[in-house]
């Protein structure tokens, strides 16, 4: 026992301190086949990664697979509902769209909305427009749902980093918003000018005046692709 506490000493080699018996896993949690975070992955798979992905190709593929089958559910579930139209599915990646009768596609915004809901789609995800009709008076409503995350999508027309801050406060100033998505229909994704409107946004933080709101994601789409996901 005192060689083997020996031969063990120090960071690096007291992973060998560890029973696969007793644990009933392969390997300890903190090891550098995992990425940063994996030990306490729920699943418990305990397999090794591929260091250039953020994402444990095992779990990338369950996510994928957990997709598609949900989405297939609720694609099930829209297309017998009345309320909703252009319910369409994709078997291949899970991808779902469907419009509420309700959602408002007005003249100047309802071509960023397709855009978007048609870039989520091909994607793999679930991207629903909901109802836009409300009884409380001047209540904002977000477009939808993108993934059950409420989403709302600002067209930048020319994307230079004034009119992508625009597009996050518009995005901003519904306040459930969880996803902002940012259509780029005229210009390439740039994405030195992006983080540029994206420091200047978070900096609206700061104000407190209510121009900012923390979202969970940021989908930047061209062409009706998504071409760049930024987290705050």
């Known amino acids: 026992m005192r060689r083997g506490q020996n031969c063990t000493d120090g960071a690096k080699r007291k992973i060998f301190r560890f029973n696969p018996g007793k644990a009933m896993r392969l390997y300890p949690k903190q ?17 090794a990664f591929d260091p250039k992905r953020q994402m444990c190709i095992a779990c990338a593929e369950l996510s994928r697979l957990k997709r598609i089958i949900v989405n297939r559910l609720k694609y099930n579930r829209l297309k017998k509902d009345k309320n909703y139209h252009d319910v369409y599915y994709n078997p291949d ?22 855009h978007a809901q048609e870039a989520g789609y091909k994607a793999g995800h679930a991207v629903i427009l909901e109802n836009e009709r409300s009884d409380k008076y001047k209540e904002k409503q977000t477009e939808g749902g993108w993934d059950n995350l409420k989403f709302e999508v600002a067209g930048c027309e020319n994307g230079t980093s004034n009119n992508i801050l625009r597009g996050l406060k518009h995005c901003a100033s519904k306040r459930t918003t969880e996803i902002a998505v940012i259509d780029l229909p005229n210009t390439e994704f740039d994405l030195e000018v992006f983080n540029h409107a994206l420091r200047r946004y978070i900096g609206l933080e700061k104000l407190k005046d209510g121009q ?3 979202f969970k994601k940021i989908i930047c ?12």
């Open 93 to 114: 990646n899970g991808g779902l769209k469907a419009s509420h009768i309700g959602h408002n596609f007005d003249k100047k915004g309802g071509i960023y909305e397709r």
């Open 31 to 47: 090891h550098p086949y995992f990425p940063k975070g994996c030990g306490s992955c729920s699943r418990k798979l305990n397999l």
């Open 221 to 232: 789409i061209h062409n009706e692709q998504i071409v760049h996901v930024a987290e705050l």
């Open 212 to 214: 900012f709101l923390r």
